[in-house]
């Protein structure tokens, strides 16, 4: 993922799981502290819209369909600070997912 995002390298994401519909980054704090020695709002936005899109992207692969996945928009709202390592994990928000798409965005053309 770093050669097509150079980006990602700096994130430090320490390890990604895939469990059913959950996608599991750990990071840490480190690399992505602010000058108040907690985590860099920019910094954990880029790492969920990046997450993000690797969830639509991996789920998209599985099931043969070839998009380009582009973000048009992300919003944050932070609760706490971030004050040591952590975990983001990244879910569909309804059970039925990207399902719930346009089947015409979804059925067009499939990977080869």
């Known amino acids: 993922m770093s050669d097509a995002i150079p980006m990602v390298s700096a994130l430090g994401i320490r390890a990604v799981t895939r469990q059913g519909d959950a996608l599991t980054w750990q990071l840490a704090l480190t690399p992505n502290l602010n000058d108040k020695g907690t985590g860099f709002g920019g910094a954990l936005t880029a790492q969920t819209t990046l997450q993000g899109w690797c969830w639509v992207t991996l789920w998209l692969r599985e099931r043969g369909i070839n998009r380009d996945v582009v973000v048009a928009e992300a919003s944050q709202r932070f ?28 059925s067009e053309e499939k990977a080869a």
């Open 79 to 106: 609760l706490a600070p971030v004050t040591s390592d952590y975990r983001l994990v990244c879910t569909p928000a309804a059970p039925e997912g990207p399902l719930s798409l346009p089947a015409s965005s979804l």
